[in-house]
């Protein structure tokens, strides 16, 4: 395994998944991140204040520990 470039589908530029945070997302379960870091933190500020208008926040226990993991490397 080695650092991988994936396209954002969201603005469609090339961002790095390196091999750390390929060896991190697998061992969590998490795909691959098909959007950028800029627009992934856009989108889980986005997902936040819905769950916070509709209480679902507890159907989806991996959001958390995954936004963490995302301001870890950011
Ligand atoms: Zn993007």
């Known amino acids: 395994m080695k650092d991988q470039t994936l396209y954002c589908v969201q603005c469609d530029e090339p961002f ?9 997302f697998s061992q969590r379960g998490f ?4 959007r ?7 989108r889980v500020r986005m997902e936040d ?8 926040g ?5 959001r958390r520990p995954h936004h963490d993991e995302e301001r ?3």
Not at 16 to 24: G, L, P, T, Y
Not at 31 to 34: A, E
Not at 36 to 42: D, T, Y
Not at 58 to 62: E, K, L, V
């Open 36 to 42: 950028c870091p800029a627009c992934r933190q856009h």
């Open 16 to 24: 790095a998944f390196s091999f750390r945070d390929q060896e991190k």
């Open 58 to 62: 507890r159907n989806r226990p991996r």
């Open 49 to 56: 204040t819905v769950h916070n208008r509709d209480g679902r």
């Open 72 to 74: 870890a490397y950011l």
């Open 31 to 34: 795909d691959p991140p098909r």
